[in-house]
């Protein structure tokens, strides 16, 4: 398991969560947007972005592009997706990232047709990643067709299927983020063990803890929350699990927060390792 930090869930400005990561032990990084909100990779400054992580000797385990998260009947729009995950592939490259995070579409339909629709677009996406050798993590998120793991399961083996070879099979893989299914009303123990028993593989987990209130959503630290953070990450581990653990910090103030979570965050990995 490796260590991540969502850099734009602290702050959009790299110097300031380069610094943030250092000092809370985090190993690596996930860009998503650097700088302003419409300077999402890879239309980056990236002379400027590989100089900063070089610097801090940070690596990228993953870059979040935004794509296909759209409607899924908007076939037009995650057309032009799949079309433009070309030249995030040659940004992977340049600055040596494995990972890409994707979208499982979105849309009010039923869950079944909403995996059938996502496993045709992510189908396109596999051939290209692999000829890359990249994979691609797809992410359940809380208002979306996809929030549950047993959707996103469905929706990955139904992308698997369509794929031409075990190449392009093995490259897609589930992006699982236990607190959108919370999030949404489903069982995140459940969803993982969906995703496990199906045989699909997790190419990385996002780590935020809470618990639905009153209110809403209320943000806690990893292990706090009704997340079930342990149990997570012993599964996790017990699947072979090698991917990056992606740290969202959802509190405010960042610092302070993502320092509480990042502390808590090592402390449950490493209780997963043994």
């Given amino acids: 398991m490796l260590l991540a930090l969502l850099t734009d869930s602290v702050t959009p400005d790299l110097d300031r969560a380069v610094r943030y990561a250092l000092l809370w032990g985090i190993e690596s990084v996930v860009l998503r947007t650097v700088g302003g909100s419409r300077d999402r990779v890879p239309h980056v400054n990236e002379a400027r972005l590989r100089r900063r992580l070089d610097e801090a000797e940070l690596p990228v385990a993953a870059v979040d592009p935004g794509l296909l998260e759209g409607p899924h009947g908007a076939r037009a729009a995650w057309m032009n997706d799949l079309a433009a995950f070309d030249d995030t592939a040659a940004f992977c490259a340049r600055i040596r990232c494995p990972l890409v995070i994707v979208g499982a579409l979105a849309g009010p339909v039923a869950a079944s047709h909403a995996a059938a629709a996502a496993g045709a677009a992510l189908s396109g996406v596999a051939a290209p990643a692999a000829r890359a050798g990249l994979r691609v993590g797809v992410r359940n998120a809380a208002h979306s067709g996809c929030a549950s793991g047993e959707t996103l399961a469905e929706t990955i083996i139904g992308a ?104 808590s965050l090592i402390a449950l990995a490493r209780a997963a390792r043994t």
């Avoid at 959108?180 to 987990?205: M, Q």
């Avoid at 929350?225 to 992606?246: C, N, S, T």
């Fill in 160 to 263: 698997r299927t369509a794929c031409a070879t075990e190449d392009e099979r093995r490259a897609i893989g589930a992006a699982w983020s236990p607190a959108d299914a919370l999030e949404a009303g489903a069982d995140p123990g459940t969803g993982l063990n969906a995703l496990v028993d199906a045989g699909v593989p997790v190419h990385a987990a996002f780590v935020r803890d809470g618990s639905m209130g009153a209110d809403g959503w209320e943000a806690a630290p990893p292990g706090e929350g009704d997340v079930g953070w342990p149990a997570q990450l012993r599964r996790l581990a017990e699947a072979g699990f090698d991917g990056p653990l992606v740290l969202e910090v959802d509190a405010r103030p960042a610092g302070r927060a993502g320092l509480h979570a990042a502390t």
